[in-house]
């Protein structure tokens, strides 16, 4: 019995040392587990508090494209293709040009203004329109094949890598894009038919070749002139020589004729060389042209008037323009004491080509002395005015002199009477 308390006991205590044991495992494991979180999590507060956040990387952005990336073109033609250099960055950075997958026979340039470039500077923050001027000029070999083919332009610098993908398609019926560009700034122009018309255009050459444009103009109405002034020539020009790749600045002056009625007037100039042939619709639209010319029926400006009697002089208004002239005011200007009255001096409307009769009663002071005299007659409204200047002859009555002259000739009687009574003795 008491061997078997012993064993009892032990088994006892056996099981109660490993009980203890695995609670003591469970308690370290735990503390373990506890320390390290605590230790991590303080890890990464310090870490988060301490460090500050990453900085922007700063540099070049650029974008290399272009207007038209696809064009269509006929075995041995030649186009152009205008590209532009952007940058979103804060790094400028120079980088060198190149084309690459170019199909044998084809030829290319980078143009830069008049002149080849394989590089060119890219600055910060530089916008499409602060781009340098710059094309790629592109010929195309007479024995091409048909099809479409890919080319791809690189910029490479620095801390740059811009590709830009073209695509030309080759086809024999392709009518192709125009080498050149005749352009204005304003096309369209109005004004009165004095007005001389000039219009700001630019001329561009997109061929890989110098070339010589012969200027004209079609469609000009009869009494009209239209001028072509190329930039820093001191004449006029028939035709203007423009370098590959380059433009050049020409002035058309259009100047309309005299009695050019209202309305919209197109002329078509045209840039020729070759076979290219440039068209540049201008429009003119004439407005209302005001003109006013005051006259007499016979054009004589003259009169002849009687002191304190009233002489009647025919007056004209004519309509030298092409609008109506509404509501036309006469006025007038004369010496002191004299009066000038109009039988109308409002006239309502007078038609373009048209004129108008005013009668104007010009009676000279009682005691004004024979001579020459100014009358000024204005013919006026809100768009026209013209002035005439009628010089009146203030005389005497036949009568009068009559008297003065029998009284003259008896004076010479009795002096003549006179004499001989005296002279006798």
Not at 1 to 21: D, F, P, Q, W, Y
Not at 33 to 40: D, E, F, G, K, L
Not at 186 to 191: A, F, L, M, S, V
Not at 384 to 392: F, K, P, Q, Y
Request: aromatic content about 6%; proline content about 4%; overall charge negative.
């Amino acid at each position: 019995m008491e061997k078997a308390t012993v064993r009892s006991n032990r088994a006892g205590i056996a099981k109660n040392v490993v009980l203890a044991g695995v609670l003591c495992s469970a308690i370290a494991a735990w503390s373990f587990t506890s320390v390290n979180a605590y230790a991590a999590g303080s890890s990464t507060a310090s870490q988060s508090e301490t460090e500050a956040p990453a900085p922007t990387v700063s540099g070049t952005d650029v974008v290399f494209s272009t207007d038209y990336p696809g064009v269509s073109v006929k075995p041995g033609d030649s186009t152009t293709f205008s590209l532009y250099l952007t940058n979103d960055g804060d790094k400028q950075d120079t980088v060198e040009l190149s084309a690459a997958d170019l199909p044998d026979g084809w030829t290319g340039s980078f143009k830069g203004s008049s002149s080849e470039v394989s590089m060119v500077h890219v600055a910060a923050a530089q916008t499409k329109e602060a781009s340098p001027t710059l094309s790629y000029a592109l010929s195309i070999p007479e024995d091409a094949k048909e099809g479409t083919y890919n080319l791809t332009l690189e910029a490479k610098g620095d801390s740059t890598d811009a590709k830009l993908p073209l695509t030309v398609k080759v086809d024999k019926n392709e009518k192709g894009v125009a080498a050149g560009e005749f352009t204005a700034e304003y096309p369209e122009q109005q004004g009165a038919s004095s007005t001389n018309f000039s219009f700001s255009t630019t001329l561009k050459n997109n061929g890989s070749a110098n070339a010589t444009y012969a200027l004209a103009a079609d469609n000009v109405p009869d009494g009209w002139t239209v001028t072509f002034t190329p930039s820093g020539a001191s004449a006029q020009s028939a035709s203007v020589p423009v370098d590959a790749g380059s433009s050049s600045s020409i002035t058309v002056a259009v100047t309309p004729s005299k009695d050019a009625k209202q309305g919209d007037y197109e002329i078509d100039c045209t840039a020729t060389s070759g076979d290219e042939t440039l068209k540049l619709p201008l429009t003119v639209t004439v407005t209302g042209t005001y003109g006013m010319t005051l006259t007499t029926p016979s054009g004589n400006l003259s009169a002849k008037a009687y002191a304190g009697e009233g002489k009647k002089v025919t007056l004209e208004v004519q309509n030298t323009g092409n609008v109506a002239l509404k509501n036309v005011q006469l006025t007038s200007q004369a010496s002191t004491d004299w009066n000038v009255e109009f039988d109308n001096s409002t006239i309502d409307s007078i038609d373009p080509g048209a004129s108008k009769e005013v009668t104007a009663t010009i009676t000279p002071a009682k005691d004004a002395v024979i001579g020459d005299y100014v009358t000024a007659i204005t013919a006026k409204n809100d768009n026209a005015s013209s002035e005439a200047d009628l010089r009146v002859s203030v005389q005497n009555h036949t009568g009068w002199g009559v008297v003065a002259i029998v009284i003259i000739a008896a004076l010479v009687v009795s002096l003549g009477a006179i004499i001989r009574k005296f002279g006798r003795r």
